[in-house]
């Protein structure tokens, strides 16, 4: 680990010893078999922490921010239409740039705290018989309201439609930590970025597409430059890019995967949920809710948490980094100051999760809240208990 106390925020995550040394590295020719020896296995574990056999996979010096334009200048043109639920602070900025890029958007305005709903995206999609709709966009997992979509119910209701629109979804907070499945949702366009479940610093947008929005990047007209495919293409086919890449960020990238994939990703999935079971039992002892409205919609990455009524949530946030130097996630838009949120997600442990609930807990009582020391730091340490399985290496 390191010497400074985890951070809790919901991005960028916890970076991993091994993983900062990976991405310092002395200067080496991009345009050399040596960066292929980075680039390509880079691109290979992206292509299987997305549980896809064929996704293309483009890795952008950027952040997912640049991943969502690359979705949709490389896929759209002036004026086509696109279909996406705004549910919290992410989902209402990719709304913005598509609106910035001079798309017609079609917003489906949802509840901060609930999920997109399938079945109104089916019902736009049945009656959109002209097929002016060229893309549905779904945020997977909704960072600002800790609220989880379910994107192959999207992908059921687009077929029920029968509609031939481009699924894009944005996994920016959950691809590496929970599970995603670009094949078998028929995703189109996943971005993500290399800060969150990857558990790099950020520099990188990280983009998987389908065949189908490969073959849409000729018709595209949409303008771009920068995060252009096809330039990036010609690159990879020589070990290089377009530009200088970052090598020591995607040296990490790599290594990043093979952390993944070498735990296996249903075990990385399933440390991510039992955390996450553990800040849940806390927050039901502290007698708080979170933002997510139900069950089946709690996050596995972040959990957004209600405060009282008349209390600034983002009091918290404030002391905990001045009091005790731990880092939570503030409300963003309609729920600032309405709830703090403690991030999960990336190089977690059920232990580093104690402390922030116990910080958590020390920040809430001297701000007056009524919380008993130790009540959510039992409930989960009971969850734990119970849920903890013997490490591989100490198995008889
Ligand atoms: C963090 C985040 C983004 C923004 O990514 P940047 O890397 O900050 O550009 C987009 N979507 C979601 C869901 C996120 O959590």
């Known amino acids: 680990m390191t010497t400074q106390n985890p951070v ?28 292929g020896n980075i680039l390509h296995p880079a691109r290979a574990g992206v292509q299987q922490v997305l549980k896809s056999t064929s996704a293309e996979v483009f890795i952008f010096p950027s952040s997912g921010t640049g991943g969502w334009e690359t979705a949709l200048t490389n896929t759209l043109s002036p004026g086509d239409h696109v279909l996406v639920a ?11 740039m598509c609106q910035r890029l001079g798309l017609s958007v079609e917003v489906v305005q949802t509840p901060w705290g609930e999920g ?9 999609l049945a009656a959109d018989t002209d097929h002016r ?14 609220v989880v979509s379910d994107i192959g119910a999207i992908r059921k209701a687009m077929d029920r439609a029968v509609h031939p629109a481009l699924l894009f979804v944005d996994g920016v907070s959950s691809i590496g930590s929970m599970d995603f499945q670009f094949d078998d949702w028929g995703v189109d366009v996943a971005v993500t970025g290399s800060q969150k479940g990857f558990m790099l610093p950020a520099g990188l947008g990280i983009l998987g597409f389908s065949e189908k929005a490969m073959a849409a990047r000729g018709d595209a007209a949409l303008n771009r430059v920068y995060f252009d495919v096809r330039d990036m293409e010609k690159g990879y086919a020589n070990n290089a890019y377009p530009y200088t890449p970052p090598v020591g960020l995607m040296n990490g990238l790599k290594l990043g995967c093979e952390m993944l994939l070498g735990e296996g990703l249903d075990n990385v999935f399933a440390r991510h949920h039992r955390i996450a079971q553990g800040v849940r039992q806390a927050v039901a002892s502290w007698g708080m809710e979170l933002c997510a409205v139900s069950p089946e919609l709690y996050s596995d990455t972040v959990s ?32 600032a100051g309405k709830v703090f949120r403690i991030g999960h997600l990336g190089s977690m442990s059920d232990v580093m999760a104690l402390s922030g609930i116990a910080t958590a807990e020390m920040v809430m009582a ?6 008993r020391l130790g009540s959510g730091v039992a409930a989960a340490q009971d969850y734990y208990r119970q849920s903890a399985k013997q490490l591989q290496q100490f198995a008889a």
């Open 366 to 371: 001297d701000l007056g809240l009524d919380i």
């Open 304 to 335: 957004a948490i209600k405060t009282p009524e008349g209390f600034d949530a983002t009091e918290i946030v404030n002391l905990a980094a001045r009091k005790y130097n731990v880092a939570f996630g503030v409300g963003l838009g309609e729920v």
């Open 86 to 96: 705004r549910n919290g602070m992410f989902s209402h900025r990719w709304i913005d």
């Open 133 to 146: 709709i060229k893309a549905v966009l779904a945020t997977h997992n909704e960072t600002a309201t800790g």
């Open 8 to 35: 809790f925020i919901p991005g960028p995550t916890n970076i991993p010893d091994e993983i900062r040394k990976a991405c310092d590295m002395a200067t080496i020719d991009h345009r050399s078999a040596a960066f």
């Open 116 to 124: 997109i709903s399938a079945d109104r995206y089916g019902e736009i």
